[in-house]
């Protein structure tokens, strides 16, 4: 795929990585940027109306019908970037229960809904593609972080499983993956960070390159490549006392 003239709808496009998807979209020559937010009236999201070739909708994707009333507008999308995600640091055996749900509810079941809304719009448009925005914890658990971990292991085999799903239409479904990136929702963290905007310009170099998996930094990488190993390596590295 080739940015230049496709429509695009971003979830979570208000800030962070989602931002920076918006605006690699307007430079590689997007026709149109649907961003959404779950508050459109917050300064961010009024920063984004204020840009040539973007409309703002409002959009939780764990509202079904916020996803059905954003489908039912942006019916010319050719790309859908699958963006919007919390980070709750909720251990999984002591945590609040109902935040890992959370987790679950927005990476995953969130995520598949709005796929599903906007599954007959990319068929009706040609195909087009999908980019869900991953991380290196789909391939491996680190203390605080499990639920946010398991949430996004389901949501990589999701993307798998639709990918499958949507062959047959002509979509395009890649998986994004990185590790830390220098954003809000990694406020605190004091480990290498990667900069936001090279996860866009990965993702569209590889869709340029019909890529269903971009791994963005050597992070995420080296966790992938221990996934042919014994695990034991991988965690005696980042967690020593397991």
Avoid: C
């Avoid at 489908?71 to 002591?94: E, F, M, Y």
């Avoid at 080296?222 to 991988?234: Q, R």
């Amino acid at each position: 795929m080739d940015i230049t003239d496709q429509v695009a709808l971003v979830t979570g496009a208000n800030r962070g990585i989602g931002r920076r998807f918006v605006d690699e979209l307007l430079a590689r020559g997007a026709r149109k940027v649907y961003a959404t937010a779950r508050r459109v009236d917050s300064p961010e999201a009024l920063e984004l109306a204020a840009l040539d070739r973007v409309e703002v909708l409002a959009v939780d994707i764990t509202d079904h019908a916020s996803v059905v009333a954003a489908a039912g507008v942006a019916t010319d999308v050719t790309l859908l970037v699958n963006n919007a995600g919390i980070a709750t640091s909720t251990p999984l055996v002591t945590g609040d229960l109902a935040e890992l749900r959370r987790e679950m509810d927005t990476h995953y079941w969130g995520t598949l809904d709005v796929i599903r809304e906007f599954a007959p719009a990319l068929a009706a448009n040609g195909g087009g593609a999908i980019v869900n925005v991953l991380s290196a914890l789909s391939w491996f658990a680190y203390p605080g972080n499990g639920g946010y971990g398991a949430a996004k292991a389901a949501e990589w085999n999701m993307t798998n499983g639709v990918r499958q799903d949507l062959a047959a239409q002509g979509t395009l479904v890649q998986g994004v993956h990185l590790g830390a990136a220098d954003t809000d929702i990694m406020a605190g963290y004091d480990g290498p960070m990667i900069d936001p905007a090279d996860v866009p310009r990965a993702s569209f170099d590889g869709l340029a390159a019909g890529a269903i998996e971009v791994v963005v930094d050597d992070w995420s990488a080296m966790v992938k490549a221990s996934l042919a190993h014994d695990p034991a390596l991988l965690y005696a590295q980042i967690s020593p006392a397991s």
